[in-house]
Structures are given as C-alpha cells and as structure tokens.
C-alpha cells in the first residue's frame, strides 16, 4: 500500500484522448488504447545473477483482431496481464451503462513509482505518466450507420496508435533501471511472464466531457451516407 501524493508532483506527464464510439465497440477500443500503451511500458522479467547484474528476458507481442471494429493492435503475449486490462475495462463499460449520464467517461492509466517511507508511514507513490481516454458513446440509427462507425474509428484508432507511438518515443523521463532489492518500486513483478512499470487504471463517469468527439463522429458519418 502507499499514498498517491499526485497532486504535489509537477513533473509528472500527462496525455489526454479522446474517443467517440458505439456501445458494442467500447470494449475493444478500450483494450487496443491500454494495450498499445503497456507494450511500450513493459520489459522482460528481470533475472539477477548478482547485485547490479542482471538479464532481461524477451517480451512477446500478438496480434488481435477487433470484432466490431476494423482495426488490429499488438499487445503484449501475457494472459495473466489481459485478463487484468480486461476486468478493467469490464468494469468501467459496465458503470458507462449503468450511469444515465449520456455514455461520456473518462478511463486513465497512470505509471508511477514507489518510495519508500519510515514506519510507521505507508510508502508513497509518485506518478510519472498518466494516459486518460475520454470516452464518448454514440447511439446509431440502422447497421449502414454501424458499417460506418466500425471503419471511421478503425480509422480512428490508428491515428491515437501513431500519436501514442510519438509520444512514448520522446526522450522523456522514465525512472532509471533500478538494483535487484528495489526493483518492486519500479516494476509490477507479480506476473510470471512480462513486467510492466507499475502502474494503475481508474475510471469516471461524468456528463461534462462535452460533446465535440461525438459531434465530429456523426459528422464523418452524414458526410459518408452523403457520397
């Protein structure tokens, strides 16, 4: 357990997106998003022969074929890490449902580090990156619509792919590689095959997210029935 104390770090970077989907397509935009992001935010497992000397093992990657979206993303080759993007993003579908506030919410991904504190005092934990996808759900009229909606955020979703891509790419902070006895303040080492930064997803539901995205999508797709 440690204490977020967020709202104390400056340097702490932040990146916003913003989608518009239908219902049925949330899940997997969702999944594509996370997974994009934690396969530039995961190594190897970490093998120690010695102190300050160490092996990383090989991180596989597979691709997934969106059912209602026309899109494929590359995720990390780990069960037991999707299993835990899945429940997440479960989770924050089922409150997006539940909420009557127009399907708008806000799912995030937050990487941070741990530092260590005297007991009695719970460790802290200080954040260096945190992801938030704004999420729009639109309601269509018929399936051409739905036909539309699948290729336009397919066509989407490449695009927020690029940019995270981009961003990752910068020579921008991340913690530096850390000694055998204080790897667990860095890396999420409980998965026997991957070990990702550590890092943590949450989720709100508002209605105050406007309603720009959901504008531009049943724009692009009037201008398609129009041609």
Sequence with gaps: ???DISYTIMNCRSEVLEVSVEGRQVDEAMLAVLHTILLHRSTGKFHYKKEGTYSIGTVGTQD?????IDFTFVRVSSDELDRVIRKAVAEFK??????GSDGMGQI???????????WPFSDECIPWEVWSIKVNVVNLANEQERQ???EKVGEKLGEKVINIVEVINRHDYLPKMPTQSEVDNVFDTSLKDVQPYL???TYQITDSLGTSVSTTMRRLIKDTLAL
């Design 1 to 3: 357990m440690c204490v």
């Design 148 to 150: 539309i909606c699948r």
């Design 199 to 201: 890092y943590k997803i």
């Design 94 to 99: 089922d409150a997006l449902g539940n909420s």
């Design 108 to 118: 995030s991904l937050e990487f941070y580090q741990k530092k260590k504190s005297r």
């Design 64 to 68: 997934v074929d969106c059912d209602f």
